[in-house]
């Protein structure tokens, strides 16, 4: 069997535990629906178990370790903070680490009914976030370039899941944000991974951020296309006005962003619906929700 096909249980949880950190080892044990890269377990009322699971490296869990301590103080919304560490073991050959629980709903699962609110909320936390990074932050291999750099993936998205009567509009805004100027600001801290999967609800709006392991220095257009992949219909022009620090070419490329997102998860939706590895059928709906969102708002 390989690391990666370690079946993880409460019980391997619990052993985890009582070898490395005893004193959590009591506490209740419940499996969290979701993930792929990590799997999350419950410890309790006030804390969660993150497992590495299909990540290749340790490198996401550690990014989190080093980082989120940092940030969190100044965030406005709650996010999950490391506060033990397990290191990999004969038991386990991989890292897991004890985290704060951010309760909440995932919005892949739940609802924003409070759409204004929801955008203030969302623009106060990545008016926050959105600081120049240190020198030593972590860049990205994957997310933060120029959606013009991003084209064979978009393709790829496209070709798969775009209907043809979409099609021409859903291409005129990528190729709008490919031809956008590019981000000439210092790196700034960038989520990089704002999904329905990654921020839970409450009370019809946002009321945490999670999943910090794509965390970067860059532009912020990655995270600002959240305007259209998360928040409903005709709320992205509050969620800009309070934002209040994004120019046009920064919303070119964020609206472009939101397509490509919105591509990707309906593509993990499609895989979801086909019983395929690693797919998830409540991403399909939130995806198309969100294309129809970027091709009915344009603010540039």
């Known amino acids: 069997m390989t690391d990666a096909e370690i079946e993880i249980t409460a019980d391997l949880v619990r052993d985890l535990l009582q070898e490395q950190h005893p004193d959590l080892a009591g506490l209740a044990i419940r499996e ?28 996401l869990q550690l990014k989190e370790r080093r980082w989120l301590p940092v940030l969190a103080p100044r965030l406005p919304l709650p996010v999950p903070t490391p506060v033990r560490f397990g290191e990999p073991s004969q038991r386990f050959p991989k890292h897991w680490t004890v985290m704060t629980w951010v309760p909440g709903e995932p919005l892949d699962y739940g609802s924003i009914s409070r759409g204004h609110h929801a955008a203030d909320t969302l623009a106060g936390f990545l008016t926050a976030l959105h600081v120049e990074a240190p020198t030593e ?8 370039e120029h959606p013009k750099k991003c084209t064979d993936g978009f393709d790829h998205f496209f070709h798969a899941v ?26 700034l801290w960038v989520h990089g991974d704002l ?19 794509a965390l970067f220095a860059g532009d912020p257009a990655w995270d600002l296309a959240a305007a259209w992949v998360l928040l409903p219909a005709g709320c992205a022009s509050r969620f800009f006005t309070a934002y209040a620090q994004a120019d046009e070419g920064t919303i070119r490329r964020a609206r472009g962003l ?19 590895p690693g797919g998830k059928p409540t991403w399909g709906p939130a995806g198309r929700a969100a294309l129809d969102r970027v091709l009915s708002d344009d603010l540039t």
């Open 162 to 187: 775009v209907p043809d009567d979409l099609a021409d509009d859903v291409r005129a805004v990528w190729d709008d944000a490919v031809a956008a100027p590019e981000w000439a600001g210092p790196p």
């Open 32 to 59: 969290v629906a979701g993930g792929w890269g990590n799997q999350m377990w419950r410890l309790g009322d006030e804390l969660a178990v993150r497992m590495q699971r299909m990540d290749p490296t340790p490198e």
């Open 195 to 213: 999904h329905p999967a990654n921020v839970v609800v409450t009370d019809g709006t946002l009321s945490g951020i999670v999943d910090f392991g």
């Open 258 to 276: 939101a397509a490509l997102k919105s591509l990707f998860l309906m593509l993990m939706g499609q895989s979801g619906d086909r019983g395929l």
């Open 137 to 144: 932050a972590p860049i990205s291999e994957d997310r933060g």
